[in-house]
Antibody, heavy 117, light 110 residues
Framework: QVQLVESGGGLVKPGGSLRLSCAAS????????MSWIRQAPGKGLEWVSY????????YYADSVKGRFTISRDNAKNSLYLQMNSLRAEDTAVYYC??????????WGQGTLVTVSS | QSALTQPASVSGSPGQSIAISCTGT?????????VSWYQQHPGKAPKLMIY???KRPSGVSNRFSGSKSGNTASLTISGLQAEDEADYYC??????????FGTGTKVTVL
């Protein structure tokens, strides 16, 4: 069965950096677009970024463009999100999801990122 | 990219049907047949309920259906059950090749 397990969340100071990882299993990872989506505490869902199956196509939300970098390692069945220049408003649960552009069909359980001094 | 507009809350009695609207623009909902709907229970990850406007993933109850007219998409839940009480979000592909979610709707089963 499809499994997505996020890791790397935690407490970081404003201006700091964090790298999230998502380990995928149960499907052919290299065949699928992948996405990161976040949800601030008590708020709605916000799309962050998606990457094509080969990694050649990448898009970001305006709110993270220039600060976040999505990447993938198809040999390791892993998706990453490098987050730099973090702000308080980046505090959220970050979900890894299979798919992108048109829909996302499986989501991980999420990892919490808290940006606070 | 602005969030798609959904009603904050919708309620209904068990067995009734309810509909949740999702209003966007011609640059997202109205321009593509790539509207999805997600169900999220408290503390859980979202679950895909509808994709491509009206398609149901395997395992999703046929009590859930989707449609679209112009710039507004809708999710209908028929035969409302207690387990349907959750938050629901729509999403759409956009003309900027990005992805946008709706503001979310809390469904309450009375």
């Amino acid at each position: 069965q499809v499994q997505l397990v996020e890791s790397g969340g935690g407490l970081v100071k404003p201006g700091g950096s964090l790298r999230l990882s998502c380990a995928a299993s149960g499907f052919t990872f290299s065949d699928y677009y992948m996405s990161w989506i976040r949800q601030a505490p008590g708020k709605g869902l916000e799309w962050v970024s998606y990457i094509s199956s080969s990694g050649s196509t990448i898009y970001y939300a305006d709110s993270v463009k220039g600060r976040f970098t999505i990447s993938r390692d198809n040999a390791k069945n892993s998706l990453y999100l490098q987050m730099n220049s973090l702000r308080a408003e980046d505090t959220a649960v970050y979900y890894c999801a299979r798919g992108g552009r048109t829909t996302t069909d499986y989501w991980g359980q999420g990892t919490l990122v808290t940006v606070s001094s | 990219q602005s969030a798609l507009t959904q009603p904050a809350s919708v309620s209904g009695s068990p067995g009734q049907s309810i509909a949740i609207s999702c209003t966007g623009t011609s640059s997202d909902v109205g321009g593509y047949n790539y509207v999805s709907w997600y169900q999220q229970h408290p503390g859980k990850a979202p679950k895909l309920m509808i994709y491509d406007v009206s398609k149901r993933p395997s395992g999703v109850s046929n009590r859930f259906s989707g449609s679209k007219s112009g710039n507004t998409a809708s999710l209908t839940i028929s035969g409302l059950q207690a387990e349907d009480e959750a938050d629901y979000y729509c999403s759409s592909y956009t003309s900027s090749s990005t992805y946008v979610f709706g503001t979310g709707t809390k469904v309450t089963v009375l």
